[in-house]
């Protein structure tokens, strides 16, 4: 009989837990895990370069939490790591996947414990290394605690606020012989209660007693609906309607979190001081599973304006009053929003509600007159506008699941398309290269869905993002995966030329724009094309929507580079 090893068992606490992939670049020190995998049904999928493997690791997973309620098994990502080097390409990446949320295991091998004496190359404290963006990282020092550190990983990912967590996993652990067997997770507590009652009578007091509330609505509101009781969106949707509240998507949004054709949203908040001052200027806010609710860089004003009432809904404590003092309770984001509803509703009298109904009108209106600013242009090129473009997508491909990396073309999608609940996910830590291996993640985990469930899916990336990690359509090719990827690209770095005027009041023909052109632009298509997948640039004069739907009704991965003008 064989011997059994902590990497068979680290193989069958997979199979137990229900994951179906591991994605990975592999080194020396991970050769007994992908060894074992090759015994197993966990199926390998390599990524050229660890930050790669990370990205689609994450994508996959965040995917997958969307429809969790589907799965048999956890819906996290796991991703093994190549000792020092490989887990430090992999922290942008694991950045990312933090700020997003997303559930992953990411493991990384280690030279064995009685070898690092001797300083051997690749070595490094991958624990201190990865520890600033995880939920809990640790090191496996023996075998028999393998089965513990395992289940817990897999525990505290997936527990809300999921996001990743690490183990190093030695050489020798994995190589030792062991009868341990994996561990079961116990079920995976996944609502966080239903809030303090006092806390919520409070809450509601603060918005009858308002003049004009507003509702702040967050990622957190959607991103655990598969495992909540009562629908988060659908009790927003409640409550605003309850509290007669104008509605706005928190600043950096990476999820729709409510639906945006609703007669009370009026915007998502964009990260210009001036704009969301304006926005948030009011006597009573509800911020309802924020996380990222601030500029891009210091403001010289309060965000908030004045001194207004503020009420913090989340499910993360963390999140609580954190950059506003306020009213906090913690719970259940479904269930919170749906108890505030049934009080406002209650005790607030329907005069006042259409009272404020009139003011939110008011507000909608200044907001589409700004966006509208936002997406005119006067220049002459024969290049299509980033909302051209949105348009152009979203008219053929209205019911895709976009995974947007496209930073100063973000707003212009958000804006111009109404996305519902789980159509939507997007890089919500701002660190590039993250969307274009998300996407291949998200197409893989959207294959995997029963047939009548899938959906499109779309990469929306700009050229400074797709050239990051080209190599990120490599791992689609290798997979098949249906995978349309629309690069927006405006052959520079626009969103530093857009910060550099704003911060210094820079004349954009007069400006010197230092290390942010492409000179020589890039070829997207012939790079899709080296690694394996159809590429194609769409001309100024050719008809971009028939373009985008001839990539779209095509099977397996296309690359589109649209041209585009600022």
């Known amino acids: 009989m064989s011997e059994y090893t902590g990497a068979d068992l680290f193989v069958d606490a997979l199979e137990t837990y229900g994951i179906e992939h591991v994605f990975g670049n592999p080194g020396t020190t991970e050769l007994p895990v992908t060894r074992a995998l090759a015994d197993g049904d966990v199926e390998y999928v390599l990524g050229l370069h660890e930050d790669v493997a990370v990205g689609a690791a994450a994508g996959y997973a965040s995917t997958r939490l969307a429809y969790a309620d589907e799965l048999d098994g956890l819906p996290a990502g796991v991703v093994n790591l190549h000792v020092a080097p ?44 990865t520890e600033e963006f995880t939920k809990w990282s640790a090191e496996v020092l023996d075998v028999e605690a393998l089965p513990t550190m395992l289940r817990r990983a897999f525990r505290v990912a997936c527990t809300p606020p999921t996001g990743p967590v690490f183990l190093a996993l030695p050489l020798d652990v994995m190589r030792a012989e062991t009868d341990a067997r994996p561990e079961d997770t116990g079920g995976i507590i996944q609502n966080p209660g239903r809030g303090d009652p ?7 007091n603060r918005v009858v007693d308002a003049n004009d509330p507003v509702l702040v609505v967050g990622d957190h509101v959607p991103r655990h609906a598969a495992h909540s009781a009562v629908d988060p969106v659908a009790a927003a949707v409640a409550f605003a309607e309850a509290a007669g509240a104008r509605v706005h998507g928190e600043i950096l949004s990476s999820e729709a979190s409510f639906p945006t054709d609703h007669d009370q949203w009026v915007s998502h908040i964009p990260p210009s001081e001036e704009f969301a001052q304006a926005l948030l200027n009011t006597d009573t806010i509800v911020f309802a599973g924020t996380s990222t609710n601030t500029t891009l860089w210091d403001h010289d004003e309060p965000l908030v304006p004045g001194d207004p009432t503020c009420v913090h809904l989340a499910s993360d404590p963390w999140e609580v009053a954190k950059n506003q003092p306020g009213t906090g309770v913690t719970g259940d984001l479904g269930h919170l929003l749906a108890d505030l509803a049934e009080r406002v509703d209650a005790r607030l009298d329907e005069a006042e509600r ?16 700004k966006v509208a600013e936002l997406a005119s242009s006067d220049v002459d090129d024969p290049r299509p506008s980033k909302p051209d473009l949105v348009d152009a997508l979203r008219a053929v491909a209205p019911d895709a699941y976009v995974v947007d990396e496209g930073v100063t073309a973000k707003y212009a999608l958000l804006s111009r398309w109404d996305f519902e609940p789980g159509d939507l996910t997007s890089n919500k830590g701002g660190g590039l290269g993250y969307g274009l291996p998300a996407s291949v993640g998200a197409a893989l985990a959207e294959s995997m869905r029963p047939e009548r469930e899938r959906r499109d899916v779309v990469g929306f990336v700009g050229d400074g993002s797709y050239m990051y990690y080209p190599q990120s359509v490599q791992m689609a090719a290798s997979l098949g995966v249906d995978l349309t990827v629309v690069v927006v690209d405006n052959r520079n770095y626009r969103i530093l030329k857009e910060n550099q005027r704003a911060m210094f009041g820079d004349d954009e023909d007069e400006a010197d724009f230092v290390g942010m052109n492409f000179d020589p632009p890039v070829d997207v298509a012939a790079s899709a094309r080296a690694n394996g997948v159809d590429g194609r640039v769409v001309d100024p004069d050719a008809d971009l929507e028939g373009a985008l739907a001839d990539a779209i009704d095509s099977s397996g991965p296309v690359v589109v580079d649209v041209p585009v003008h600022d």
């Open 86 to 129: 490989g887990t430090a390409h992999g922290l942008g990446n694991l950045y990312d996947a933090s700020i997003t949320g997303a559930p992953l295991v990411v493991t990384a091998g280690a030279h064995g414990r009685g070898f690092r004496h001797e300083e051997p190359i690749l070595e490094g404290d991958t624990v201190a290394m």
């Open 198 to 204: 006092a806390a919520l009578e409070e809450a509601a």
């Open 354 to 369: 259409e009272k404020r109904l009139d003011g939110v009108a008011a507000m909608k209106t200044f907001a589409e007159s």
